[in-house]
């Protein structure tokens, strides 16, 4: 079965510093692969999901993600952060069949920014 | 357009008492998957209804029961809960029809939080 490795459990970063959030699954083909953000009392919000062709994806709130097939990875990153990107981000991955109900979530690194 | 709804937002029971959790899927969406996400960690699969069956389960013992009505709303019903079944209740809703693309993203709701004394 699918699995998905978050290494950072939290990160602290300044307003306008970059930011990398990691991600490392394991399956044994190419999955669909998500990352998903949880305000305090919010659900999850999709930021960016990749299905297949171009590895860089763009997503919402400035994010952009990139698949590395090679290090089966799919890190999350922005280049400046706003202090409401203050959260919790999940990276997820799906069995490319017939639905995504099978989806696996990694643990979450929660981001602090600082002023 | 309404998103994921899910009631109640927060409850208390005790041991042993029973509950049940509610959820309207987003206007057009017909599957519902429900995820247990336990305090510092990320959701874990329960299940999903689709034409009002359960097409598939995750790890989680037969007291974790659910429903979907023709509307395609849902319920989760714990019966005999224990301790351990603290934890945020998610709801996600999804369209069956972009299955066949794989291109199936779930929406989620806020989710109902139960604390079990």
């Known amino acids: 079965a699918q699995s998905v490795t978050q290494p950072d459990i939290h990160i602290t970063v300044s307003e306008g510093a970059s930011l990398e959030l990691r991600c490392n699954y394991s399956?044994?083909?190419?999955?669909?692969l998500f990352w998903y953000v949880q305000s305090p009392g919010q659900g999850l919000q999709l930021l960016l999901k990749?299905?297949?062709?171009?590895?860089l994806v763009q997503g919402i709130k400035g994010f952009e993600a990139e698949f590395k097939r090679s290090q089966s990875s799919f890190n999350l990153r922005k280049p400046s952060v706003h202090w409401s990107d203050a959260a919790e981000y999940f990276c997820?991955?799906?069995?490319?069949?017939?639905?995504?109900?099978?989806?696996?979530f990694g643990a979450g690194t929660r981001l602090t920014v600082k002023p | 357009d309404a998103g994921v709804t899910q009631s109640p937002t927060h409850l208390i029971k005790t041991r042993g008492q029973q509950v049940t959790l509610r959820c309207s899927p987003k206007s057009g969406h017909d599957t519902v998957s429900w995820y247990q996400q336990a305090l510092g960690q990320g959701p874990q699969f329960i299940f999903q209804?689709?034409?009002?069956?359960?097409?598939q389960r995750g790890n989680f013992p037969d007291r974790f029961s659910g429903h979907q009505f023709p509307n395609y709303s849902s319920e989760l019903n714990v019966n005999a809960l224990l301790l351990g079944d603290s934890a945020l209740y998610l709801c996600a809703s999804s369209l069956e029809g972009r299955a066949l693309s794989g291109a199936n993203v779930l929406t989620f709701g806020a989710g109902s939080r139960l604390t079990v004394l």
């Open positions: 209804y689709y034409e009002e069956e359960e097409r």
């Open positions: 997820a991955v799906g069995v490319p069949r017939y639905n995504n109900n099978d989806m696996r």
């Open positions: 990749y299905f297949s062709g171009d590895t």
């Open positions: 399956y044994g083909a190419t999955p669909y």
